[in-house]
Antibody
């Protein structure tokens, strides 16, 4: 069974940093592109970042470029999101999502984690 | 960046009725790389449709997708009680996988 479990969320002050993790199991992690998608409270989905299976291709939304860094460790079946210079508008549930087999890294997403809440507030 | 606009924002329908949801892109979506997701309160999204018209594994055939270029449609032929939810489109044909703002399908 495919499982994605996020961790690392919490309360952080504006300007602070946080590192999210996503532990994957039930599939060959190193064969799939992975993404982070976020959802602010009561709002819609926002794509955040994408990383290809071998980390050769990495993409970011304009809203996080230069502040967030996506990475993965295929030996540990784990995906990460390093978030720096956090702002109030980064407050959201952050989901990790697996890209269905295909040739692009930014979708579609066939499996999602349950999300981890990041709150940026003083 | 490709911007996706979904309409209507809210659709009020009764069980058994047909639902038609629209997703319009600000520029042509490459290779019809357009997906639809369903999200219920407190849950992660679920993939319904990919490649504009292909149903994901386990998705009932009352869900269908169509369209190409800049105009895409998700149709639910006969609404079941479990179909009342929020629906999002997403394009993944560029280096940024943008989502639409969502359409809420509510019980009339």
């Amino acid at each position: 069974e495919v499982q994605l479990v996020e961790s690392g969320g919490g309360l952080v002050k504006p300007g602070g940093s946080l590192r999210l993790s996503c532990a994957a199991s039930g599939f060959t992690f190193s064969s799939y592109s992975m993404n982070w998608v976020r959802q602010a409270p009561g709002k819609g989905l926002e794509w955040v970042s994408s990383i290809s299976s071998s980390s050769s291709y990495i993409y970011y939304a304009d809203s996080v470029k230069g502040r967030f860094t996506i990475s993965r460790d295929n030996a540990k079946n784990s995906l990460y999101l390093q978030m720096n210079s956090l702002r109030a508008e980064d407050t959201a549930v952050y989901y990790c999502a697996r890209v269905a087999e295909g040739i692009v890294a930014t979708g579609p997403f066939d499996y999602w984690g349950q999300g981890t809440l990041v709150t940026v507030s003083s | 960046e490709i911007v996706l606009t979904q309409s209507p924002g809210t659709l009020s329908l009764s069980p058994g009725e047909r639902a038609t949801l629209s997703c319009r892109a600000s520029q042509s979506v490459s290779s019809s790389y357009l997906a639809w997701y369903q999200q219920k309160p407190g849950q992660a999204p679920r993939l319904l449709i990919y490649g504009a018209s292909s149903r994901a594994t386990g998705i009932p055939d009352r869900f269908s997708g169509s369209g190409s270029g800049t105009d895409f449609t998700l149709t639910i032929s006969r609404l079941e009680p479990e179909d009342f939810a929020v629906y999002y489109c997403q394009q993944y044909g560029s280096s940024q996988g943008t989502f639409g703002g969502g359409t809420k399908v509510e019980i009339k």
